[in-house]
């Protein structure tokens, strides 16, 4: 099964693909040869689920587990730390009308 190109798979037993070029909420992308919509923006560099991930589930990049799901994740969902808590560092965010 084909990935689009505009993802990056970095090992076969990763659950999230990099994302080699902003997406915007509509595009259709193939993961795993399935066609998704994607939601909501995915800015280049991050990364999106290459399948459904639940709660606490480990999230796994170049082969190895980076952290967890805080959230189910959909197929084609964004994967950042909105919904992920690292393993390895803490997780901090800024409110959006701080940036």
Request: glycine content about 8%.
């Amino acid at each position: 099964m084909r990935d689009d190109p505009k993802l990056l798979i970095l090992n076969v037993a990763d659950n999230v693909a990099i994302v080699r070029t902003r997406l915007k909420a509509g595009d259709l992308v193939a993961v795993s040869g399935v066609p998704v919509t994607v939601s909501a923006e995915i800015p280049l560099g991050h990364k999106l689920a290459r399948g459904p991930i639940a709660a606490g589930e480990k999230i796994i990049k170049l082969g190895a587990p980076i952290g967890y799901a805080t959230e189910a994740i959909a197929l084609g969902a964004h994967v950042h730390t909105h919904n992920i808590a690292s393993d390895y560092i803490p997780t901090y965010t800024l409110p959006e009308d701080s940036l």
